[in-house]
């Protein structure tokens, strides 16, 4: 049995109910946040020690909203134009 054939499975029941594709629909946004940092950061931590590497995260975190911020701001102004 693989690593996370039990989340799989879990997955699958979950996607098969209305209830359980409603509750997948608000992980998707926080997934997508997530694949986003992974892809900024990369596969493997920078440094050693927990807390530089807590400290990484949230930096990448923080531009990762400043970057989410600033294109809300742009879209709202091109709308408002």
Do not use: C, W, Y
Not at 26 to 31: G, L, M, S, W
Not at 48 to 64: E, Q
């Amino acid at each position: 049995m693989g690593d996370d054939e039990r989340l799989q499975s879990k997955l699958r029941v979950l996607q098969s109910t209305r209830a359980g594709r409603e509750k997948l629909r608000e992980r998707a946004p926080i997934e997508h946040s997530l694949a986003h940092l992974s892809n900024r950061q990369g596969p493997r931590a920078r440094n050693l020690g927990v807390r530089k590497n807590t400290f990484d995260l949230r930096r990448h975190a923080a531009i990762h909203n400043l970057e989410v911020i600033a294109r809300a701001t742009r879209e709202f102004e091109r709308k408002a134009a």
